[in-house]
C-alpha cells in the first residue's frame, strides 16, 4: 500500500497536532510498503524533521516538499495546486489528511481518501458559511472518516450525512518499555506538573492557578511549556512564580519531554468543562503521554477524559472548581499507595494507545476502503 499523506502546515512546530502527524505518519510507514509526506517548502530538511522528534525517518517514508507561497502571498490554495502536479507523479494507493480545506482539494480526485476530524469547524467562533460547506462536501465524499473521539463522532453525525466509512481512533503516545524503570518517590510529594500551552481557555489552566493558590504554600506547581504572554502577565502568575510556586521550563522539545514525564510522579490534566471541544471532543494526548509515562494523573471529571480512563487509573475532580481540583491534587501528593496504584494502572491502560497500534487500525481502516 502506497499512501500520501497531506500536511499543509510547515514542520516542525511547537504543536500537539505536529507531534501526532509525524508519529502517525512515522508508524504508518512501519506497516505499508511506502508512505509520501507532503510539506509546504519553508520546512526543515526531512532529517531535521525527524530528529527535531526524537526520531529516525524509515527508508520508506520520503518527505515531499510543495510551494504553498508565490512571493509574499501564501496560501493553502497555492499548497493545493502544487500538492495535485506532485501527486500525478507518485500516484498512491490512498490520501491521507487532517486538514479541511486540503481533504476538501482531495475529494475532487479519482483516489479515494481519508480524513481525520478533530473538531467541528463550523463551530468555532471564526467560522463562515465556508467552513459549513467545506465540512458537508468533505464529510459526503470521504472514503473513510477517523474521529478522534466518540463524543466528536455523536455531534458530526447529528451534522452532517456520510458516505465512507467511519470509526474512532484516539491520541496516541510513545510508551516506556517496563515500568520497572520507573523510580516512585516515597512518602509525600511536594510538586507536580503540567504539560502544554497556557494559551488556550479551555485547557482549565486558570483553574489550576487558583486551586494552586489554595494549597499549602510549600507545595509548587511545575509547567513543562511556554507561558503565553497574557497569562504571564497575570498579578497572581507573577506572585507565585516570585513566590518560587509556579515553576514554568519554557518550551521543551518532544523528544526532550518524555524525560520529564518519566521523573514526574503526578501531572495535572485540568481540562474545562465549558467548552465542548474540552468536554467531548478532545482526546487529550497529554494525559496518554502521562499514562505510557507512568505518571499518576488527577483529571477533570469530562465524557473526553473517561472515554481514557477509569477511577481505576485517574483521580476525577470536579472541572472548573479550584477547591476540588486542589483536594485531588493533594491527595495524590499526599497518598503514596493510591498514587503508585494510578500509576501502575495507567501505564497498563497506555497499552491501548500506542502509536504501533494507532497505525494498525488505521492501515485496517485504508484496506477495507481499497478493497471495497
Not at 475529494?107 to 480524513?115: E, N, R
Not at 467545506?134 to 450525512?161: C, H, P, T
Not at 499507595?337 to 495507567?346: F, M, S, V
Request: charged fraction near 25%; charge should be positive; proline fraction near 5%.
Amino acid at each position: 500500500m502506497r499512501i500520501a499523506y497531506c500536511y499543509p502546515e510547515i514542520l516542525p512546530a511547537q504543536t500537539a497536532r505536529a507531534v501526532q502527524v509525524i508519529n502517525t505518519c512515522l508508524y504508518l510507514a512501519g506497516q505499508v510498503s511506502s508512505l509520501i509526506l507532503y510539506l509546504p517548502q519553508g520546512s526543515h530538511g526531512s532529517t531535521d524533521i525527524f530528529n527535531y522528534y526524537g526520531l529516525t525517518r524509515p527508508p520508506n517514508l520520503q518527505v515531499c516538499f510543495v510551494r504553498k507561497s508565490l512571493g509574499p502571498i501564501s496560501s493553502h490554495k497555492i499548497y493545493n495546486f502544487s500538492l495535485e502536479r506532485a501527486l500525478k507523479n507518485s500516484k498512491p494507493d490512498i490520501f491521507f489528511t487532517r486538514h479541511l480545506q486540503t481533504a476538501a482539494f482531495l475529494a475532487d480526485m479519482p483516489v479515494p481518501f481519508i480524513f481525520e476530524a478533530h473538531e467541528i469547524f463550523a463551530e468555532k467562533k471564526k467560522s463562515s458559511a465556508v467552513d459549513l460547506q467545506l465540512e458537508k462536501k468533505v464529510f459526503s465524499r470521504a472514503d473513510g472518516v477517523i474521529f478522534i473521539s466518540k463524543g466528536l463522532q455523536e455531534a458530526l453525525e447529528k451534522q452532517y450525512a456520510f458516505r465512507g466509512i467511519r470509526t474512532v481512533i484516539p491520541s496516541s503516545a510513545k510508551r516506556i518499555d517496563t515500568l520497572s524503570r520507573k523510580s516512585f518517590v516515597k512518602g509525600e510529594l511536594s510538586s507536580f506538573v503540567y504539560v502544554g500551552t497556557t494559551r488556550y481557555g479551555w485547557k482549565g489552566v486558570d483553574v489550576l492557578i487558583k486551586a494552586l493558590e489554595l494549597m499549602p504554600t510549600h507545595y509548587s506547581l511545575e509547567i513543562i511549556g511556554q507561558l503565553d504572554r497574557k497569562f504571564a502577565a497575570q498579578a497572581r502568575v507573577k506572585k507565585l512564580i516570585n513566590q518560587k510556586r509556579l515553576i514554568s521550563r519554557g518550551y521543551v522539545k518532544p523528544a526532550e519531554i518524555f524525560s520529564f514525564m518519566t521523573k514526574a510522579q503526578v501531572a495535572v490534566i485540568p481540562n474545562s468543562g465549558k467548552d465542548r471541544i474540552s468536554a467531548c471532543f478532545t482526546s487529550p494526548l497529554k494525559l496518554i503521554e502521562a499514562l505510557a509515562a507512568g505518571v499518576a494523573v488527577v483529571v477533570s471529571d469530562l465524557p473526553s477524559m473517561r472515554e481514557i480512563v477509569t477511577d481505576k487509573e485517574a483521580l476525577f475532580v470536579r472541572p472548573d472548581e479550584p477547591a476540588s481540583l486542589a483536594d485531588g491534587i493533594l491527595t495524590l501528593l499526599r497518598d503514596e499507595p493510591l498514587r503508585k496504584e494510578l500509576a501502575q494502572n495507567g501505564w497498563q491502560r497506555s497499552s491501548q494507545y500506542t502509536w504501533e497500534k494507532r497505525a494498525e487500525k488505521i492501515v485496517k481502516l485504508a484496506e477495507k476502503i481499497i478493497d471495497a
